[in-house]
C-alpha cells in the first residue's frame, strides 16, 4: 500500500467467531450493515418440527429463545422505476450520513437496467405462469412489491455519469476521507482523468440475504458487462462498459483494541482484528491494487459480539483483469461452507 501504510491483515477465511457472524444472517438473525431488517411477510415458515405435539407452554418459552426459521424462494429482476424506495433504502447509509443527492444516485442505478439485478422474493403465482425459476435466473417482468426488495447490484461508469450532482457529491467525499497523500493521488486520478474506465461497482443487502446467492448475484453482474460491451446500441455506451478499473466502497469492522494488545489470560481466540460482513470483500481486498480505510459514524452495534468493534468505510481499487480471479475465490469460498 502506498505512503508506507500497510493494508489491515484480514482474518482467516471463517474461523468460528466470524463464521457465526455472517453466516447467521442466513437464519435471519440481526447483522452489521447499519440497515433495517427487511418485511418478511411474503416469507414461508419451515415445515412442521418432529416435537410439534410440545405443549404450548414449553413451545412458547423456546419461541423466546430461539428465532423462528423461514423459507424463501429469490429471484432476480432488472430495476425499474417502482423498486425506487427498496433501492433507496438499501442505499440510504451508502455515504455515511453525508447529505448528497442520493435520490439521483438511486435513479442512475433504477435507469440502467441492462447492467444490474435487484433481488426479491418470488412470486410463486408469477413463476407458475411465466415459467421464471428463483436463484439466479433474471426477469423484467413480475409484480413485486419493492418492499420486498433484498438485494442489489450494479456498476456506474464514472465518467459517463461525471456531471450528475450524486457523483459529484460522492467523489467529493471520497476525497475528504482519504488521509494518505500517496493513496489520494491515485485515488484522484481514477476519479478524474481514468474516469471513463472506471466503474463504481455498488452491492448491498440486507443480512438475510441468502450468502448461496451471492456467487450468482456476481457472476450476474459481470456477465452483464460483458454483454454490454457488444450489445449495447451505440459504439459509445458500449466502450463505456469497457472498464479497466473497479472502485468499490463497503463497510467493515475492526476490533476497538488490536488482538495482540488483549490481556494475557485472555481466551477469546476467536476474536479477529477484521470482520467483513459481506463475505466477498475480503477478497476484493485481497486483490485491490490499493485500498484504504476511515471510521464513519454509525450507531452502535445492537449485538453484544460486536461490542468490543468499531465500523469503518473500506475504499478499494480493484482491476478489471482481477475479476476473473474474484468470481473463482468466491465461488470456492461459498462452496466450502
Known amino acids: 500500500m502506498p505512503g508506507g501504510r500497510k493494508r489491515p491483515a484480514p482474518f482467516l477465511a471463517f474461523s468460528s467467531f466470524a463464521r457465526s457472524l455472517i453466516f447467521s444472517a442466513a437464519a435471519g438473525t440481526p447483522g452489521q450493515d447499519n440497515m433495517p431488517r427487511p ?200 466502450d463505456s462498459f469497457r472498464f479497466k478499473h473497479y472502485l468499490l466502497l463497503v463497510r467493515m469492522l475492526e476490533r476497538k483494541t488490536p488482538a495482540k494488545h488483549k490481556a494475557k489470560n485472555s481466551k477469546d481466540d476467536d476474536d479477529e482484528p477484521i470482520i467483513y460482513p459481506k463475505l466477498e470483500d475480503e477478497i476484493f481486498n485481497e486483490l485491490s491494487s490499493w485500498s484504504f480505510t476511515f471510521p464513519i459514524r454509525s450507531e452502535q452495534s445492537p449485538q453484544q459480539e460486536m461490542k468490543n468493534y468499531k465500523e469503518m468505510g473500506l475504499v478499494m481499487a480493484v482491476k478489471a483483469e482481477a475479476i476473473p480471479k474474484f468470481r473463482k475465490k468466491l465461488e470456492a469460498l461459498v462452496s466450502e461452507q
Open 39 to 238: 418485511p418478511s411477510k411474503r416469507a414461508k415458515p419451515a415445515g412442521p418440527s418432529k416435537d410439534e405435539d410440545r405443549s404450548s407452554s414449553e413451545s412458547d418459552a423456546e419461541d423466546g429463545e430461539e428465532l423462528q426459521t423461514v423459507q424463501a424462494d429469490f429471484a432476480f429482476f432488472d430495476p425499474k422505476p417502482s423498486d425506487f424506495h427498496g433501492v433507496r433504502l438499501l442505499l440510504k447509509t451508502y455515504l455515511d450520513s453525508k447529505p448528497w443527492d442520493l435520490t439521483g444516485f438511486v435513479d442512475l442505478i433504477l435507469a440502467q437496467t441492462t447492467v444490474g439485478t435487484v433481488v426479491k422474493l418470488a412470486d410463486e403465482e408469477e413463476e407458475e405462469e411465466e415459467g421464471q425459476g428463483t436463484g439466479g435466473e433474471k426477469t423484467s417482468a413480475g409484480g413485486n412489491n419493492d418492499d420486498d426488495l433484498f438485494g442489489l447490484i450494479s456498476v456506474l461508469n464514472l465518467g459517463r455519469y461525471a456531471e450528475h450532482r450524486c457523483i459529484k457529491d460522492l467523489k467529493e467525499y471520497l476525497l475528504a476521507v482519504c488521509s494518505d497523500k500517496d493513496t489520494k493521488r491515485q485515488l484522484k486520478s481514477l476519479l478524474e482523468e481514468k474516469a471513463s474506465s472506471v466503474g463504481l461497482l455498488v452491492c448491498r443487502r440486507f443480512v438475510n440475504f441468502p450468502y448461496e446467492l451471492v456467487p450468482k448475484l456476481y457472476d450476474a453482474l459481470f456477465d452483464e458487462v460483458s454483454w454490454a460491451t457488444e450489445d449495447e446500441p451505440t459504439q459509445e455506451l458500449q
